[in-house]
T-cell receptor, first 115, second 111 residues
Framework: DADVTQTPRNRITKTGKRIMLECSQTKGHDRMYWYRQDPGLGLRLIYYSFDVKDINKGEISDGYSVSRQAQAKFSLSLESAIPNQTALYFC??????????????FGDGTRLSIL | SQQGEEDPQALSIQEGENATMNCSYKTSINNLQWYRQNSGRGLVHLILIRSNEREKHSGRLRVTLDTSKKSSSLLITASRAADTASYFCATYRPSGYALNFGKGTSLLVTP
């Protein structure tokens, strides 16, 4: 079983719809992240969470919201989807108890298309 | 903003050849990390080199770090078709809260 699981893997939806992408992890890590990947732009950080009560905006948080329901679960919502939010979305985790600047562990992504 | 920048953007080699990718970054770092992304999959951490290290090996991977030039290189020796993927360097932002990724090098290894 994957350590970081994202659902759904693929989603096609229409402009204006509300969408939730879910991420769960079995690694026991405290930190979780949401990234967006677009061709030619690399990965950009949307939100990050250091624990259940500590959620922070990344560089491109407009149009997105998140919820950390438990240490193992971190969901990303698009309240009213627009076509330029079409992208590949990744959830990642890291373990701050191992020290500073730890490697991150990624899920396999959600490919989201907004028509 | 992107901290790391990889070079070249794309690289095509034959099996058995070595592949070298370079990365430049802008600010001081505690470590630099390299990741691989196979098509349609998530990123996988390959190797981490600390700021006080100059070279590190892991299997067929060799990473160098030159903090004076703010640059790193990833060498894959004796490449295989299975090495075909995109490779990213990443560094933590000075505040330490999240990784900055470059745009990646797309490596194609042909049999």
């Amino acid at each position: 079983d994957a350590d970081v699981t994202q659902t759904p893997r693929n989603r096609i939806t229409k402009t204006g719809k509300r969408i939730m992408l879910e991420c769960s992890q079995t690694k026991g890590h405290d930190r979780m992240y949401w990234y967006r990947q677009d061709p030619g732009l690399g990965l950009r950080l949307i939100y990050y969470s250091f624990d259940v009560k500590d959620i922070n905006k990344g560089e491109i948080s407009d149009g997105y919201s998140v919820s950390r329901q438990a240490q193992a679960k971190f969901s990303l919502s698009l309240e009213s989807a627009i076509p330029n939010q079409t992208a590949l979305y990744f959830c990642a985790t890291s373990d701050s108890t191992q020290g500073r600047d730890q490697p991150q562990h990624f899920g396999d992504g959600t490919r989201l298309s907004i028509l | 903003s992107q901290q790391g920048e990889e070079d070249p953007q794309a690289l095509s080699i034959q099996e058995g050849e070595n592949a070298t990718m370079n990365c430049s970054y802008k600010t001081s770092i505690n470590n630099l990390q390299w990741y691989r992304q196979n098509s349609g999959r998530g990123l996988v951490h390959l190797i981490l080199i600390r700021s006080n290290e100059r070279e590190k090996h892991s299997g067929r991977l060799r990473v160098t770090l030159d903090t004076s030039k703010k640059s790193s290189s990833l060498l894959i020796t004796a490449s295989r078709a299975a090495d075909t993927a995109s490779y990213f360097c990443a560094t933590y932002r000075p505040s330490g809260y999240a990784l900055n990724f470059g745009k990646g090098t797309s490596l194609l290894v042909t049999p």
